[in-house]
């Protein structure tokens, strides 16, 4: 009897009011997208009209002339979040890997808090040591002895120096570490123990079982994680302002300094003069976006299309 | 149909402890060459725990160790290094069938290539084992297929079919059939009686009707009720343990359980 009444009540509909309130705060965010993307290319309109499909592809920044191009920016942006990607996906999986072992001891439980831990470290102190600490290790311990043996090789030449888009893709790296680690983890860990057995159980060693089994059936989540990643990477700023080098130019060599879409903005806003100029800034705002944006969907329909195929 | 046979697995003093817990004490039985064995008792009275010593599937648990012997055609089980060899010969069919995330032929290939045989090679022990997992009228057009898009009965007889493919000498099975449907389970059964001429079966059921159909040997196991370990009661050719058996444990047993 008692059970009857709760089941009739539970499956009565919510009263409208109620409905009304949750749609309008699912619809929130949504809106604030569009809303957002409408005053960007609002604010950004003088640039849009003066410069055209050219601000895509042009290469130049002159604040003096007011000849402005995103072209630089963007390469900047991609290049450092694909190679701190590059960087962080194996050590990522790596320590996932050991982490998501079933005899899981005290040793990585602490190992495992520490690498959450690397999450909370804000980005500006994750700059500082970039700048104190990684940047004159990197100078003196990898760039500038790879420079001396591959000087010759275009993409390591030219004069090393600390502040470039290798040092950024490594902090990037570092930042990214994280994420990718503990998602995987999680992934690994879902990976029902049954197949860790059978394939055990024909012979194959714990080598053999990682890479023919658990991260192919691991992969999609995996996938998943590195999406995630590459969303941080790609709109990271301060961290990589200042060990970037903040050169409007696209680098020849990895050592060279180079700039991203959310370090210029975050560096000449405030003394960007005039509306050119400025508008300039909002724009590469919303071709940020709009990177950001083209990776994540590039991202899920590559997700969508593996899962089909794992389906079909 | 239960004539004399010579031993494959010898098992002699067999005690096995987690840890400090013991779970297995002083088992001693010979699994006869090219029969079917079945393991039977109540729930917890460790079957599962014998049928993975026979390949070292204990590997996979921390503190876990075994004392005692069990020999393999005079390889010693519990001592061996030779993993890879002794899993070639000791297959081992699980609970719930478990596809790897590959295709249908690279399942069956998985262990072929461990061994690092060459590809036609392969591709003959494929066929064959499929084959003989009675697979493959419903999967040689669709080989590249997913092994997750087959039925619960097609993937555990798949299972079979990758244990087959490095032609061991031993099968293990832990409950093959307890998420499968009836029509499922009878196919298995019959794979069962149709192999039990070429290989060594031992097999672990809750079913005593199953036991009694595919089984020419079977081992009563039973829980010490004050000290928790797993014994073995009674072991005796099939028709003999469910007509007159000797312990009156086993007789509680299979009469609580058919009457
Ligand atoms: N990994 C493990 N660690 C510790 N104890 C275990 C482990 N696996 C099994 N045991 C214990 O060993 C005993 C035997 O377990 P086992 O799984 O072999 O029983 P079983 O006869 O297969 O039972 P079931 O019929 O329910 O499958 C049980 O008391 C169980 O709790
Ligand atoms: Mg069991």
Redesign the interface.
């Known amino acids: 009897m008692i059970r009857g009444t709760v089941l009739a009540r539970s499956r009565r509909r919510p009263p409208d009011g109620f409905r009304l309130l949750t749609a309008l705060v699912a619809l929130a965010a949504p809106i604030s997208l569009l809303l957002i993307v409408l005053l960007l290319a609002q604010q950004g309109a003088p640039a849009i009209q003066h410069y055209g499909f050219g601000f895509l592809t042009s290469r130049a920044w002159n604040p003096i002339t007011l000849d402005f191009g995103a072209l630089a920016f963007i390469f900047g942006t991609v290049a450092t979040s694909l190679i701190a990607l590059a960087l962080a996906l194996p050590v990522g999986v790596g320590v996932a890997l050991f982490l998501a072992e079933p005899s899981a001891g005290r040793l990585r439980g602490s190992i495992g808090i520490g690498v959450e831990l690397l999450a909370a470290i804000p980005s500006v102190v994750y700059g500082l040591w970039a700048v104190y600490v990684m940047a004159p290790f990197v100078l003196i311990h990898i760039e500038q002895p790879l420079a001396a043996r591959f000087g010759s090789v275009g993409v390591l030449g030219g004069p090393a120096r600390g502040t470039s888009l290798f040092t950024a893709s490594l902090v990037l790296s570092v930042m990214i570490l994280p994420t990718l680690a503990a998602v995987s983890r999680d992934v690994i860990r879902a990976v029902p123990s049954g197949l860790r057995e059978s394939s055990v159980a024909l012979g194959a060693t714990w080598w053999e079982t990682t890479w023919g089994v658990i991260l192919p059936a691991a992969r999609q989540g995996i996938f998943g994680a590195t999406v995630l990643a590459l969303g941080r990477a790609l709109g990271e700023t301060i961290a990589v302002t200042m060990v970037i080098g903040n050169r409007p130019e696209i680098p020849t060599s990895v050592f060279a300094p180079a700039y991203t879409l959310a370090s210029v903005i975050a560096n000449e806003f405030t003394e960007a003069t005039g509306q050119l100029y400025s508008s300039a800034l909002i724009e590469l705002g919303l071709v940020l976006m709009l990177v950001t944006l083209t990776v994540n969907v590039l991202a899920q329909l590559l997700v969508r299309s593996t899962a089909r195929e794992a389906r079909a | 149909m239960e004539g004399a046979s010579p031993a494959k697995l010898e098992v002699s003093s067999l005690s096995f402890y987690y840890g400090r817990f013991r779970a297995l004490k002083d088992i001693s039985l010979d699994i006869p060459e090219n029969r079917v064995t079945a393991l039977i008792g109540p729930s917890g009275c460790g079957k599962t725990t014998l049928l993975r010593v026979f390949?070292r599937?204990y590997?996979?648990v921390?503190k876990a160790r075994a004392e005692g012997s069990v020999r393999l055609d005079g390889m010693e089980v519990t001592e061996t290094t030779r993993?890879?060899?002794?899993?070639?010969k000791v297959?081992?069919v699980?609970q719930?069938p478990?596809p790897?995330?590959?295709s249908i032929y690279d399942n069956v290939a998985?262990?072929p290539r461990?061994?690092g045989w060459r590809r036609q090679q392969v591709a003959e022990a494929v066929e064959t084992a499929i084959t003989d997992a009675a697979l493959w009228d419903e999967v040689k057009d669709r080989l590249k297929?997913?092994a997750?898009?087959l039925s619960g009965g097609q993937q555990q007889r798949l299972?079979i079919a990758?244990?087959l493919a490095?032609k061991p000498e031993v099968i293990l099975m832990d409950e093959p059939c307890s998420a499968l449907d009836p029509v499922a389970t009878l196919k298995i059964e019959d794979l069962i009686d149709r192999l039990a001429r070429q290989y060594t079966i031992v097999i672990v059921t809750h079913n005593m009707q199953q036991a009694a159909r595919v089984a020419d040997f079977t081992a009563f196991m039973l829980m010490d009720t004050d000290e928790r370990y797993g014994q073995l009661i009674e072991f005796a050719p099939t028709t003999d343990l469910f007509n007159k058996p000797t312990d009156p444990r086993t007789e509680g047993y299979i009469t609580g359980r058919f009457g």
Request: glycine share 4%; aromatic share 10%; with cysteine.
């Open positions: 390949n599937m590997d996979l921390s993993l890879l060899e002794l899993r070639q297959g081992m699980f719930r478990s790897f995330p590959l998985f262990a461990l061994l297929d997913p997750a898009s299972s990758r244990c490095v």
